[in-house]
């Protein structure tokens, strides 16, 4: 089984009627869709699952809800996307989708991928940003972050490997590395950590999410997590 969890604000979502989802790969159709909205009134198809939310956390707390309610029942492989995908991965989301359909993975970045989705490489699919100052978002304080959510004893790398978007598959069992009570935490911070790591925390977590799910090409072998 493979659910789909996607984040809206205001973005059309045509795609999911008269794209890859619903015709033009026809697997696709038996995909469970779970539709987060925080835009405003929604006349749209229906879906598995249809939920407004409070417009607060970007895509971090919508992925953090679902997570959370669904922790029990999780599907073999979950897709996170934002309203419109498209911007940040070129013209590989067909590829992305049959990847993820076709092949067992842990942690499946949706980007700018070159080739057959073999097991990635950082050159060429993963950005590099720096923890202290990240030359592509000043200010942002990725080293607060990572301490708020894995812990303050973590030892925080002095650069990270991402894929800018914050879009991604996970199989089941990397989801299940942490426990509910983790991602209940991270969700909770959404609303409940000082006031400038909050704004800045769905930033932060779009570099982090390699690390939070280990992902093993990327991910910081840090034995205090």
Same mark, same amino acid.
């Given at each position: 089984?493979?659910?789909?969890?996607?984040?809206?604000?205001?973005?059309?979502?045509?795609?999911?009627?008269?794209?890859?989802?619903?015709?033009? $790969? *026809? /697997?696709? #159709? @038996?995909?469970?869709?779970?539709?987060?909205?925080?835009?405003?009134?929604?006349?749209? +198809?229906?879906? !598995?699952?249809?939920?407004?939310?409070?417009?607060?956390?970007?895509?971090?707390?919508?992925?953090? $809800? *679902? /997570?959370? #309610? @669904?922790?029990?029942?999780?599907?073999?492989?979950?897709?996170?996307?934002?309203?419109? +995908?498209?911007? !940040?991965?070129?013209?590989?989301?067909?590829?992305?989708?049959?990847?993820?359909?076709?092949?067992?993975?842990?942690?499946?970045?949706?980007?700018?991928?070159?080739?057959?989705?073999?097991?990635?490489?950082?050159?060429?699919?993963?950005?590099?940003?720096?923890?202290?100052?990240?030359?592509?978002?000043?200010?942002?304080?990725?080293?607060?972050?990572?301490?708020?959510?894995?812990?303050?004893?973590?030892?925080?790398?002095?650069?990270?490997?991402?894929?800018?978007?914050?879009?991604?598959?996970?199989?089941?069992?990397?989801?299940?590395?942490?426990?509910?009570?983790?991602?209940?935490?991270?969700?909770?911070?959404?609303?409940?950590?000082?006031?400038?790591?909050?704004?800045?925390?769905?930033?932060?977590?779009?570099?982090?999410?390699?690390?939070?799910?280990?992902?093993?090409?990327?991910?910081?072998?840090?034995?205090?997590?």
């Amino acid at each position: 089984m493979i659910d789909v969890v996607i984040a809206r604000y205001n973005e059309e979502i045509s795609w999911l009627n008269e794209g890859v989802m619903r015709s033009q $790969t *026809h /697997i696709h #159709k @038996n995909f469970r869709i779970f539709f987060y909205n925080k835009g405003g009134d929604f006349n749209g +198809p229906k879906f !598995h699952h249809y939920e407004s939310l409070e417009n607060i956390g970007r895509e971090s707390h919508t992925y953090l $809800t *679902h /997570i959370t #309610k @669904n922790y029990n029942s999780l599907a073999d492989k979950t897709i996170f996307l934002q309203g419109r +995908p498209f911007d !940040h991965c070129n013209d590989n989301f067909d590829n992305f989708i049959n990847a993820v359909v076709e092949n067992n993975f842990d942690f499946l970045p949706l980007g700018p991928q070159y080739g057959d989705y073999k097991p990635y490489r950082r050159l060429g699919v993963f950005s590099k940003t720096r923890v202290a100052d990240p030359i592509e978002h000043k200010g942002l304080d990725v080293q607060g972050a990572m301490k708020m959510v894995m812990g303050k004893a973590v030892e925080v790398p002095k650069e990270l490997f991402f894929v800018a978007g914050a879009q991604f598959a996970c199989s089941k069992e990397t989801l299940m590395i942490h426990s509910k009570s983790f991602y209940e935490k991270v969700l909770a911070l959404h609303l409940k950590a000082p006031y400038g790591l909050q704004m800045q925390l769905p930033y932060s977590l779009e570099r982090m999410w390699p690390y939070i799910f280990q992902y093993e090409d990327v991910y910081y072998k840090n034995p205090s997590l």
